[in-house]
């Protein structure tokens, strides 16, 4: 004999509170005593109890899902869409988002739709999404400086965070890194270790971050009576940072600091030290940027400025789910603090 789905008046039961109550904490109510909250969760997990999604939509008039938009300028063509996505996929800061994010939403019963939108039809779509009310609101990791999103959607009045200061004022809440202090911190670092001919890969000059990261580590070396700093640009790549660092080397064969503007270029950087025979941190010192996965699998594993992209993405839900749920009606910022970490590679 088929059992019968748990009901709402089930777990009232079960809880000892009305059913009313039940229904207030079901659909995301804020005005619940957070005892009374906890004890209708353990309720609803004794009892098995899954509420109908759809009914509770009609109720909160709220779809549940928020779009996880990444956002550019990129190539219009299929194969340039699909390069998009590739090299978004590539990247382990990408992961990292998707998992602080997730940590957020999954306990509140919320879930993210992966969104592309590196073209002006696919940022009308991302659009259109949003006002059908598909999702409540939209998290925006944008990759160009030139991206037209954040503006489009502070203009539409849609409920919007971004990772990242915009690189044009709107008024949309983002969350942030000290980039600037975080590249200071890599220069103290080569500079107290006694490198003097430092040079250093920066990212994307497209970027906000990549031009913070690269003035930090100008002036701090300023300061410190170094007024010339070798750069080569790189694209936040592998390959980038591979062929930057050979382009150091060709200008500057006698650098022995170098600061790459994230870990996957910090990686490229010291594969091309060890086949030119430069040891690494012996004969060039090296510091990359994110403490990513890559900064304890790279040889030797990588002294980095930890960015901490997990939390910074968490926050940006949270700061989401207070705008749709009305908690908080005006756009803010919150900027995290970076923190050196050392290990072998400097």
Same mark, same amino acid.
Not at 153 to 161: E, G, T
Not at 261 to 266: C, P, T, V, Y
Not at 294 to 318: F, G, N, S, W, Y
């Given at each position: 004999?088929?059992?019968?789905? /748990?009901? =709402?008046?089930?777990? #009232? !039961?079960?809880?000892? *509170?009305?059913? &009313?109550?039940? %229904? +207030?904490? @079901? ?122 999103? /954040?503006? =489009?959607?502070?203009? #539409? !009045?849609?409920?919007? *965070?971004?990772? &990242?200061?915009? %690189? +044009?004022? @709107? ?129 030797? !594993?990588?002294?980095? *400025? ?41």
């Amino acid at each position: 004999m088929r059992r019968r789905a /748990p009901t =709402l008046e089930d777990v #009232a !039961r079960e809880a000892g *509170v009305s059913r &009313a109550t039940v %229904s +207030r904490v @079901v659909n995301g109510i804020r005005n619940v005593d957070p005892e009374i909250q906890e004890l209708v969760r353990r309720a609803i997990e004794r009892t098995g109890y899954a509420p109908n999604r759809a009914a509770r939509s009609l109720v909160t008039r709220r779809a549940e899902t928020v779009a996880l938009v990444v956002s550019g300028a990129g190539d219009t063509t299929d194969a340039g869409q699909n390069a998009f996505a590739t090299r978004v996929f590539a990247d382990p800061f990408f992961g990292r988002v998707v998992g602080g994010i997730v940590g957020f939403l999954r306990p509140r019963s919320m879930h993210p739709v992966l969104m592309f939108a590196e073209s002006a039809e696919a940022r009308e779509e991302v659009l259109t999404y949003l006002r059908q009310g598909r999702a409540d609101g939209a998290l925006v990791v944008s990759t160009h400086a030139d991206d037209p999103l /954040p503006a =489009l959607l502070a203009d #539409a !009045r849609l409920p919007a *965070v971004l990772f &990242a200061r915009p %690189s +044009r004022p @709107v008024p949309l809440s983002y969350v942030d890194l000290a980039h600037r202090d975080g590249a200071r911190l890599a220069a103290e670092h080569l500079l107290a270790r006694g490198c003097r001919r430092l040079a250093t890969v920066c990212g994307p000059l497209g970027v906000a971050a990549s031009q913070e990261r690269l003035a930090g580590f100008r002036d701090t070396l300023a300061r410190h009576g170094h007024p010339y700093v070798p750069v080569a640009e790189g694209g936040f790549t592998l390959d980038s940072g591979v062929a930057a660092m050979a382009d150091l080397l060709e200008r500057h064969p006698d650098t022995d600091g170098v600061f790459a503007a994230n870990d996957l270029m910090a990686q490229g950087a010291c594969q091309v030290l060890r086949e030119r025979g430069r040891r690494v941190p012996e004969d060039v010192a090296v510091v990359g940027f994110d403490d990513s996965s890559i900064a304890v699998t790279c040889h030797p !594993r990588l002294t980095t *400025v930890r960015q901490p992209v997990e939390e910074m993405a968490a926050e940006m839900a949270r700061l989401l789910d207070e705008h749709i749920h009305g908690a908080r009606t005006d756009a803010t910022s919150v900027v995290f603090d970076p923190e050196l970490v050392v290990r072998e590679s400097a």
